[in-house]
């Protein structure tokens, strides 16, 4: 009998019936949306949260790593660089460096929700000790980092002459007041060297910035500024309003009232993390696209995202209008090439069937090479030094600039014809001509920064770390494997070319310069790395290249991988941040830069994701 009412009755009947739609329902909703995001990094993030704003249009992100909202050695300002290493950290390898000593380096990368803007900031340099008779290596860390320094005007403009329509400083500008809370310094830190133009900062945006409480006090700011306009370099107060050439004290992205570290989840996600509209899969892995077997027009049209989380259960992820990648530079790319899209000669030798035949993916990875200085000194210097300093090649090479000049024109064609035979006949030595002479034109007739310097004074210790910003190099990142989770292979291809020795060796020479210019030089009793016994006063660029080889790291600036330019160019997505071939692909992250900045990456990747974001919303009259 109790069978027979279970069973039969009608209304149990209806009740069951009910039940089972509710969960099917929620199964659907939690598998289907309008947008999904892989990855919950720093552009990421903007992204989801500028698309959530919308309460009838659902958004899914997929992040591999978990939250570290509380998580001090992200959140403490003063010890950061602690998590490199950890579980938060891709710490992927390169390949043998072939041209920088044959060696491998590590490239930091933010596994967590808020991606690398969670770790950025410490810089390990191996300098080999020269002044003792040994082979052992004196591991010098310095931490810098949550660095907001833009870019130059130019170079942003730069990106438009490649074919991206609407990118410019003009249009950027409004993107970069829009992402920022400017947090004004207080009198202690004005006395530290503190300054600022409001009409160049924000006041409303997600992200503060401001300067810590820490920060290196006294007049040292006052003897480094003197220092460097003895070289000839002027102060710049605020070099956040596209011009950059000159001394500044840089501010941070940090809150200013709790020295808190300002992530992208701390102010983009976590805000609105409530709203019902956003899912965020945090421990979660994308291992490639899926694809619709119709097409839009003549374009591929991604359905969805295939998954795999913490517990190893596979599963797809559908999405109705676009899916944007926002994995990163050294991650994005492995993305679409496991997804089929990608130079058809790596997708062949790993079985993976070629979607769209896109050779440049993964390819024209640029990085700087970054290399520390140092003096044995006594000092009564405390805190934390953001002294940065901007230099031209007018600066660097003085009276033999039209000479290097010519050297840079005269060489492109030969530079250019390494670059396409390096990059698995992805390229043509003439595209690659056309993008050099533009760089070229951007160092010597523009006169952008040439090389950054960060002078680091201690009570110990007067040093700098440095970079030249724009290598001529070109590498490349691809997968090793068909499985996701394999290292990728990444191949920077530091001082292939030997032009980037030579600038590296300008700035290096610049550099020594402040070691032995007064006020400055009151303080410094004997240089200590690379010493002038490893390195002369009239060394050679070979010779300091030789010193280069054994001390330098990666600048952890890596982009360009999935490039926004004409796609004669070797584009791989156009300007609106879709990827060739594909009707509903974006990609918004640091690949799609086609050259390097003269600042640091993540104020210029806070802009891109919230103008992208716009450009989504426009398309779909949200």
């Given at each position: 009998?109790?069978?027979?009412?279970?069973?039969?009755?009608?209304?149990?009947?209806?009740?069951?019936?009910?039940?089972?739609?509710?969960?099917?329902?929620?199964?659907?909703n939690e598998s289907h949306y309008d947008y999904i995001i892989?990855?919950?990094?720093?552009?990421?993030?903007?992204?989801?949260?500028?698309?959530?704003?919308?309460?009838?249009?659902?958004?899914?992100?997929?992040?591999?790593?978990?939250?570290?909202?509380?998580?001090?050695?992200?959140?403490?300002?003063?010890?950061?660089?602690?998590?490199?290493?950890?579980?938060?950290?891709?710490?992927?390898?390169?390949?043998?460096?072939?041209?920088?000593?044959?060696?491998?380096?590590?490239?930091?990368?933010?596994?967590?929700?808020?991606?690398?803007?969670?770790?950025?900031?410490?810089?390990?340099?191996?300098?080999?000790?020269?002044?003792?008779?040994?082979?052992?290596?004196?591991?010098?860390?310095?931490?810098?980092?949550?660095?907001?320094?833009?870019?130059?005007?130019?170079?942003?403009?730069?990106?438009?002459?490649?074919?991206?329509?609407?990118?410019?400083?003009?249009?950027?500008?409004?993107?970069?007041?829009?992402?920022?809370?400017?947090?004004?310094?207080?009198?202690?830190?004005?006395?530290?060297?503190?300054?600022?133009?409001?009409?160049?900062?924000?006041?409303?945006?997600?992200?503060?910035?401001?300067?810590?409480?820490?920060?290196?006090?006294?007049?040292?700011?006052?003897?480094?500024?003197?220092?460097?306009?003895?070289?000839?370099?002027?102060?710049?107060?605020?070099?956040?309003?596209?011009?950059?050439?000159?001394?500044?004290?840089?501010?941070?992205?940090?809150?200013?009232?709790?020295?808190?570290?300002?992530?992208?989840?701390?102010?983009?996600?976590?805000?609105?993390?409530?709203?019902?509209?956003?899912?965020?899969?945090?421990?979660?892995?994308?291992?490639?696209?899926?694809?619709?077997?119709?097409?839009?027009?003549?374009?591929?049209?991604?359905?969805?995202?295939?998954?795999?989380?913490?517990?190893?259960?596979?599963?797809?992820?559908?999405?109705?209008?676009?899916?944007?990648?926002?994995?990163?530079?050294?991650?994005?790319?492995?993305?679409?090439?496991?997804?089929?899209?990608?130079?058809?000669?790596?997708?062949?030798?790993?079985?993976?069937?070629?979607?769209?035949?896109?050779?440049?993916?993964?390819?024209?990875?640029?990085?700087?090479?970054?290399?520390?200085?140092?003096?044995?000194?006594?000092?009564?210097?405390?805190?934390?030094?953001?002294?940065?300093?901007?230099?031209?090649?007018?600066?660097?090479?003085?009276?033999?600039?039209?000479?290097?000049?010519?050297?840079?024109?005269?060489?492109?064609?030969?530079?250019?014809?390494?670059?396409?035979?390096?990059?698995?006949?992805?390229?043509?030595?003439?595209?690659?001509?056309?993008?050099?002479?533009?760089?070229?034109?951007?160092?010597?007739?523009?006169?952008?920064?040439?090389?950054?310097?960060?002078?680091?004074?201690?009570?110990?210790?007067?040093?700098?770390?440095?970079?030249s910003l724009f290598p001529f190099s070109r590498g490349g990142?691809?997968?090793?494997?068909?499985?996701?989770?394999?290292?990728?292979?990444?191949?920077?291809?530091?001082?292939?070319?030997?032009?980037?020795?030579?600038?590296?060796?300008?700035?290096?020479?610049?550099?020594?310069?402040?070691?032995?210019?007064?006020?400055?030089?009151?303080?410094?009793?004997?240089?200590?790395?690379?010493?002038?016994?490893?390195?002369?006063?009239?060394?050679?660029?070979?010779?300091?290249?030789?010193?280069?080889?054994?001390?330098?790291?990666?600048?952890?600036?890596?982009?360009?991988?999935?490039?926004?330019?004409?796609?004669?160019?070797?584009?791989?997505?156009?300007?609106?941040?879709?990827?060739?071939?594909?009707?509903?692909?974006?990609?918004?992250?640091?690949?799609?830069?086609?050259?390097?900045?003269?600042?640091?990456?993540?104020?210029?990747?806070?802009?891109?994701?919230?103008?992208?974001?716009?450009?989504?919303?426009?398309?779909?009259?949200?």
């Open positions: 009998m109790a069978i027979h009412l279970v069973i039969l009755n009608p209304f149990v009947l209806f009740i069951i019936q009910a039940l089972f739609q509710i969960v099917s329902c929620l199964s659907y892989v990855g919950g990094g720093t552009s990421g993030l903007v992204v989801a949260n500028r698309l959530s704003e919308n309460p009838a249009i659902t958004v899914a992100v997929i992040e591999a790593g978990d939250s570290v909202f509380n998580n001090p050695n992200v959140t403490n300002t003063t010890t950061f660089g602690l998590s490199l290493g950890t579980s938060i950290d891709w710490a992927y390898s390169s390949t043998l460096q072939i041209y920088a000593g044959n060696e491998t380096q590590i490239y930091h990368a933010g596994k967590a929700l808020g991606g690398t803007s969670t770790i950025n900031g410490t810089i390990f340099i191996s300098l080999p000790n020269n002044e003792l008779e040994s082979d052992v290596k004196l591991i010098v860390v310095y931490r810098l980092g949550m660095t907001y320094l833009r870019a130059q005007n130019v170079e942003i403009d730069a990106w438009e002459e490649l074919g991206n329509t609407g990118w410019n400083w003009a249009e950027l500008w409004p993107y970069y007041k829009k992402s920022e809370y400017f947090q004004r310094p207080n009198s202690k830190q004005r006395m530290d060297g503190a300054a600022f133009n409001s009409s160049m900062h924000g006041s409303t945006g997600p992200v503060p910035v401001g300067w810590s409480s820490t920060m290196m006090g006294g007049d040292a700011h006052a003897i480094v500024n003197a220092t460097w306009q003895n070289l000839g370099i002027p102060y710049r107060a605020d070099a956040n309003g596209g011009e950059m050439l000159g001394f500044t004290v840089w501010p941070f992205t940090l809150n200013a009232s709790t020295d808190i570290r300002a992530d992208a989840a701390r102010d983009y996600y976590w805000p609105i993390s409530k709203r019902p509209n956003l899912k965020v899969f945090t421990n979660t892995l994308a291992n490639r696209l899926t694809w619709s077997a119709t097409f839009q027009g003549n374009k591929s049209l991604a359905s969805g995202v295939n998954i795999t989380t913490a517990d190893g259960v596979e599963s797809t992820l559908f999405a109705s209008r676009e899916i944007i990648l926002s994995a990163g530079s050294l991650r994005s790319p492995l993305l679409l090439e496991n997804s089929g899209v990608g130079n058809p000669t790596i997708l062949q030798k790993y079985s993976i069937p070629v979607q769209i035949a896109l050779p440049r993916v993964g390819e024209n990875l640029q990085d700087q090479s970054n290399v520390y200085m140092y003096a044995s000194a006594n000092t009564s210097f405390e805190g934390y030094p953001s002294y940065a300093t901007y230099t031209s090649a007018l600066d660097l090479f003085g009276n033999k600039t039209s000479a290097m000049e010519a050297y840079v024109y005269q060489s492109i064609p030969a530079f250019a014809t390494t670059i396409a035979e390096q990059s698995n006949n992805s390229t043509s030595q003439a595209a690659q001509e056309t993008l050099l002479r533009k760089q070229a034109d951007l160092i010597f007739k523009s006169g952008i920064p040439m090389g950054e310097i960060l002078t680091v004074p201690s009570a110990t210790s007067i040093g700098a770390t440095f970079w990142v691809h997968i090793s494997s068909k499985n996701i989770s394999a290292s990728p292979l990444i191949n920077p291809n530091f001082f292939m070319l030997d032009w980037d020795i030579i600038q590296q060796a300008a700035v290096a020479r610049f550099t020594r310069k402040v070691l032995y210019t007064k006020p400055l030089s009151n303080y410094v009793n004997s240089e200590t790395s690379p010493g002038v016994t490893t390195v002369p006063f009239n060394a050679s660029d070979q010779a300091w290249g030789e010193w280069f080889k054994e001390a330098y790291g990666p600048n952890s600036h890596p982009l360009g991988t999935a490039a926004m330019m004409a796609k004669e160019l070797g584009g791989v997505v156009d300007s609106k941040l879709v990827v060739y071939g594909t009707s509903n692909v974006r990609v918004v992250d640091a690949s799609v830069l086609p050259f390097q900045v003269c600042g640091h990456l993540s104020s210029t990747l806070y802009a891109i994701a919230e103008k992208a974001a716009d450009m989504i919303k426009v398309k779909w009259n949200d």
